[in-house]
């Protein structure tokens, strides 16, 4: 008999449970990727591809392949199903809305469907509030339920993956080059590794310095994959603060799966107002509001598309507090751009920020420039990622505007800053 297993945001052959049950009850296994347009060209579009090449390699050395079609998920699997006579679909199940939405359209079809763990540490769904509802709504509660629940075996990768040979692989396109994050399992394992072996026991005192960027940097290789969220747990198991942030990835996708309009509908509606302001939307995405810190942030994305995490909440917040502007507006620019956007983990954090989410204190703003002066002291962040202000001593390096003679080609600020 022959299995597809139908490869998404699970790019990697560790503790991949969908692969290995393939590979223990089926003759022939046939990995495949269908490319579609729900991935955006720029940053991230980049980084699968390198994913897509890692995954096949690995495959390969294991005497399989990654086939790889273009076009709608269900119609080009169940196109390959028909042609090789597949009896089922193996998966990993996932949260969002257009996840389920293909996962139903795939269990309508006529063949036999496999949804197996392994995209979250513990299946969404899984941990109940014991005083009633579905899911958990408040972190900590859920945090202590995560942490006592034993997890699932680690699985080992497939010493061999029987594809069929005479199948046509199909045209990966030519990944970019590899740059400071490249995408895959093996780039997600050595970072890992490292990482671990260098930051890990630091890890509570310094990943809230902006200019230290002492966090793990994970995140793009646990939003596709490659690195399994179990695994990293289990390497990580002596230091709860880091635990307790892969726990939050874990909390926002039971809300998900339980909530899946949160990209769009507050999660919790507190009948808060936005503002269209355009103009200052635009200097915000561009990083050019004339707040040196919101700026730096802004602009490391761009350059990056990736943001510290100290940094994604002082621009959230003074998006939607000072500027007053919808959360969505600032979640599609982040999804647009980050390494690492994915629905839960974005749109849970912008909904938090705002205070139409998952905080118990949804009045909390953060001001910037106490931000900014407690996370960044000296100022190295900001000179960092905005040239103009590279020569402006410490002193003013968060408030330029104070400057007699304030740098050229640096923006005053578009609205008047909180005081700080
Ligand atoms: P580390 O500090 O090394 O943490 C390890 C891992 O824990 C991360 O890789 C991530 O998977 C998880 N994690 C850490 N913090 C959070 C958190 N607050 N919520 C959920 N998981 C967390 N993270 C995404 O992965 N994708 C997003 O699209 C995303 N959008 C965000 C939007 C906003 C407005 C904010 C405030 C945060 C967002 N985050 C998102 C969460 C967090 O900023 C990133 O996960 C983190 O900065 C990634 O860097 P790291 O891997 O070095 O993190």
């Known amino acids: 008999d022959t299995v597809i297993v139908l490869f998404n945001r699970d790019l990697r052959v560790h503790d991949h449970p969908a692969l290995v049950a393939a590979c223990r009850r089926a003759r022939a296994v046939i990995p495949l990727f269908v490319l579609d347009e729900t991935i955006p060209a720029g940053h991230r579009h980049g980084f699968l591809l390198q994913c897509l090449t890692d995954l096949r390699a690995a495959l390969r050395a294991r005497g399989g392949d990654l086939i790889v079609r273009h076009g709608d998920v269900v119609a080009e699997t169940m196109k390959l199903a028909r ?10 199940a996932d949260v969002t809305a257009l996840a389920r939405r293909r996962q139903d359209r795939l269990a309508g079809e006529a063949i036999a469907c496999e949804f197996f763990p392994g995209v979250t540490v513990v299946p969404p769904g899984t941990l109940k509030p014991s005083g009633g509802g579905d899911h958990y709504r408040v972190f900590t509660p859920y945090w202590r339920a995560w942490s006592r629940h034993e997890h699932r075996r680690l699985l080992a990768p497939p010493r061999q993956v029987p594809t069929p040979p005479d199948l046509d ?4 396109p030519t990944p970019p080059p590899p740059g400071p994050m490249p995408g895959g399992e ?6 890992a590794h490292q990482w671990i072996g260098r930051s890990l026991t630091g890890y509570a005192d310094s990943h809230d310095d902006l200019a230290g960027d002492r966090t793990s940097r994970l995140s793009p290789y646990l939003r596709f994959g490659c690195l399994s969220p179990l695994e990293l747990t ?11 942030q892969l726990c939050w990835r874990d909390f926002y996708h039971q809300v998900t799966y339980a909530f899946p309009r949160i990209n769009r509908a507050d999660y ?15 200097a915000w995405r561009a990083g050019m509001t004339g707040l040196p810190i919101v700026d730096a942030g802004m602009r490391q994305l761009l350059a990056e598309g990736w943001m510290h995490n100290r940094a994604r ?4 917040s003074y998006l939607v507090r000072v500027l007053g502007i919808d959360w969505r507006a600032g979640a599609r620019h982040f999804f647009e751009h980050l390494l690492d956007g994915d629905v839960a983990n974005n749109c849970g954090n912008w909904q938090w920020v705002a205070g139409t989410g998952n905080d118990t204190r949804p009045n909390r703003g953060f001001n910037p420039l106490r931000q900014a002066q407690r996370f960044d002291a000296k100022g190295e962040y900001v000179r960092r990622y905005v040239p103009e202000l590279a020569d402006v001593p410490a ?5 330029p505007w104070r400057l007699t003679a304030p740098p050229s080609g640096y923006p005053l600020p578009i609205v008047e800053p909180p005081p700080g």
């Open 234 to 244: 289990r390497l990580t198991a002596g230091n709860q603060d880091f635990v307790r």
């Open 268 to 282: 919790r509606p507190r009948g808060r107002h936005w503002r269209v302001e355009e103009d200052a939307l635009q």
């Open 395 to 399: 002193a003013h390096v968060h408030r």
């Open 169 to 172: 692989a199909g045209r990966l």
């Open 83 to 92: 042609r090789t006579g597949a009896e089922a679909i193996f998966a990993s």
């Open 313 to 316: 909440l002082i621009v959230a």
């Open 186 to 191: 093996q780039a997600a394992r050595d970072r």
